[in-house]
């Protein structure tokens, strides 16, 4: 888990310094300029992170899965080797779907005040823009939004599907509790960024406000990797102490 929660906060890291210097920007001069290499720079590193975090959020329940309902072959099945090609496997297929996403978004031409009412540069904003044909480019997003987000979603719901099964057999109430502590950090995570990701990319844009798809990016974009250390952090009994010690001693 720790070796996944490493690859997760660098695919927060490459969210966070992608889209928040910008955003700061924006905030701080009431608006900015971005030439058109660099917004599509910015899509590509956005697409990627987030793509990249679909397959490791899906890896990691995977990972719980095994943990929970399999824990004496665990150690076997999750090997080092196993837990590097999942890895490898979801940054290959992160970086060729954002890739293929930008390819097409350079193809085409913008006109008009090219003013993009968002704070950094996502699909729907840049398809408003253009002057041509984005019925390719729509068609692309649709089909490549069934690997990125709904098949690793349904992963997420199968294994934790299995793993309450698996926890309501336990007899003691203490070992339940204590077994679903272990991947309920995962599951605030993977409750929030599909939440906010569902509602921006699966819910017609068309009934959304502009306030409300600013505030749904916010959330998967700046809160979501700013919560993740903290969700995560609260888990490990050294940190939970060194928290206790902190508070104690103030009261004091």
């Not at 992608?18 to 660099?38: A, F, R």
């Not at 990972?63 to 099945?77: G, K, Q, T, V």
Request: hydrophobic share 45%; charged share 10%.
């Amino acid at each position: 888990m720790y070796f996944f929660l490493s690859q997760l906060s660098i695919s927060d890291i490459i969210l966070s310094t992608d889209i928040s210097p910008n955003m700061l920007n924006i905030v701080l001069h009431e608006g900015t300029s971005i030439s058109l290499s660099g917004c599509m720079t910015q899509y590509f590193f956005f697409g990627f992170s987030e793509v990249s975090e679909c397959f490791l959020l899906m890896v990691m329940s995977y990972d719980r899965y095994l943990a929970i309902c399999s824990p004496l072959h665990y150690a076997s099945i999750m090997s080092p080797t196993l837990c590097i090609n999942l890895v490898l496997v979801s940054w290959l297929f992160s970086f060729s779907i954002a890739l293929i996403l930008t390819l097409s978004m350079c193809q085409l031409q913008f006109c008009g005040s090219n003013t993009i009412n968002h704070f950094f540069c996502d699909f729907y904003p840049l398809v408003e823009l253009s002057c041509s044909d984005v019925s390719i480019i729509q068609i692309e997003s649709t089909v490549l939004s069934i690997p990125v987000l709904v098949v690793p979603f349904l992963v997420i719901v199968v294994s934790y599907t299995c793993i309450v099964l698996a926890i309501l057999k336990i007899s003691s109430l203490s070992r339940r509790v204590k077994t679903f502590s272990t991947c309920s950090s995962h599951l605030t995570v993977v409750t929030i960024f599909y939440g906010t990701l569902i509602t921006m990319y699966m819910i017609p844009n068309e009934g959304q406000s502009q306030m409300i798809t600013k505030i749904l990016a916010l959330l998967y974009t700046v809160f979501t990797p700013f919560l993740n250390p903290f969700i995560y952090s609260l888990r490990n009994k050294d940190i939970k102490e060194a928290l206790r010690n902190v508070l104690y001693n103030k009261k004091v």
